[in-house]
């Protein structure tokens, strides 16, 4: 029999535990078990299936090293026949017909902030899923919990994107972005001059949740009026559920914030600005009830997971499923458009 790629299938494991939102340090051992024998001739790698010492390798263990030996021999390890067994469910029609629509996420994290991997790992699964782009939306400084970028790190980070972009496979490409502070007083946390520089800016709120309702009003309206400001990311700020990812496992569920959610998304239509879908699990925001309104409004949308890990990227179902219930066209999805359309829609606000 054939051996498979053990790394191959080791990441692939990785990919759906992350998928179904499973425990870091789950889903952590089976990259660093990837990451271990990746760095070993094959020859190696075989010998040490064949003699049991797979384990003794800083990052494999006793899972990992059956995974290993199975994938070795042939055969789809036990451990990713199961997962893949479960894995997802069957879309709607209407929601089926959304995802294939869109050709890319514009609101994702790597570990610059608070993501789990590096940006180029995030990539090759967009490749993989069959993105054309993503967009990279680490946070800005203020969000010092999730190792914001100051004006250095996010400057080392163009650099760095540019880079990736020249090795990256034909047909995709990193757009620039960042999923910026809306400050207390509404304007954005990061240079204008830096934020004139990216391709997409995801302007969100995380701070004083609680603010009543007159206060939160203005203040998402003047980020509205910003013209660096291009989405409106998770406009409520609700969690359902604690996360269980590095970046939000161990918190409390949260109630969605309280605003003038007519006047918001009147002023996201007046400008042009999308409201965002967040596919997260835990945040699934905007409520079914706000989307409509929206809807209502005018808005245009995008669909996009908030990734912190290259398997959250197919969380894109759920924000299809939710637009499709809510009746929200293709035509309103901004990420629905090529990457040059979607970049010449941005600029057009600046």
């Known amino acids: 029999m054939t051996a498979r790629e053990p790394t191959a299938d080791l990441r692939r494991i990785a990919f759906l535990l992350e998928r179904a939102n499973e425990s870091t340090y789950r889903v952590r051992s089976f990259r660093s078990a990837a990451a271990a024998i990746g760095r070993l001739d094959p ?34 390890p036990v451990y990713l026949r199961r997962l ?16 294939a629509a ?10 610059w902030s608070d993501g789990g991997s590096p940006i180029e790992e995030m990539a090759l699964a967009a490749v993989e899923l069959g993105h054309e782009y993503m967009v990279l939306t680490d946070h800005s400084p203020r969000l010092t919990v999730a190792r914001g970028l100051t004006a250095d790190r996010l400057r080392k980070q163009l650099d760095h994107v540019e880079a990736l972009n020249a090795a990256l ?15 207390e007083d509404g304007s954005l946390d ?20 609680r603010d009543d309702s007159a206060r939160m009003t ?9 013209p660096h400001l291009d989405i409106l990311g998770h406009c409520t700020g609700r969690k359902l559920t ?17 605003f003038d959610a007519a006047a918001v998304f009147a002023a996201c239509a007046e400008h042009d600005k999308a409201v965002e879908i967040n596919s997260r699990p835990e945040r699934l925001d905007p409520p079914k009830r706000l989307l409509r ?7 245009r949308f995008v669909i996009d997971t908030d990734a912190h890990a290259p398997g959250q990227l197919s969380w894109q179902d759920n924000g299809c499923e939710r637009a499709a219930l809510c009746g929200v066209p293709a035509e309103r999805i901004l990420n629905t458009l090529p990457a040059d359309d979607l970049v010449a829609w941005a600029a057009a606000h600046g």
């Open 102 to 111: 869109l050709r890319g996420d514009c609101h994702l994290h790597s570990d």
């Open 43 to 76: 020859a190696e790698v075989a010998e040490r299936a064949g003699n049991g010492t797979l384990t003794k390798l800083s990052g494999v263990g006793d899972v990992t090293a059956r995974c290993i030996a199975e994938s070795l021999r042939g055969e789809e």
């Open 242 to 258: 604690a996360g269980a990812d590095r970046a939000h496992r161990g918190g409390r569920t949260r109630p969605p914030s309280d």
């Open 190 to 209: 990061q240079d204008d001059d830096l934020l004139a520089r990216l391709d997409v800016v995801v302007g969100s709120v995380h701070s004083k949740l």
């Open 293 to 299: 309104l929206a809807l209502e409004a005018g808005c």
């Open 169 to 183: 496979p034909d047909g995709f490409r990193i757009l620039t972005g960042i999923e910026v502070d809306i400050n």
């Open 218 to 226: 203005r203040r998402m309206l003047r980020a509205i009026e910003n």
């Open 84 to 99: 893949n067994d479960t894995a997802g469910r069957d879309l709607g029609e209407e929601a089926a017909a959304l995802r």
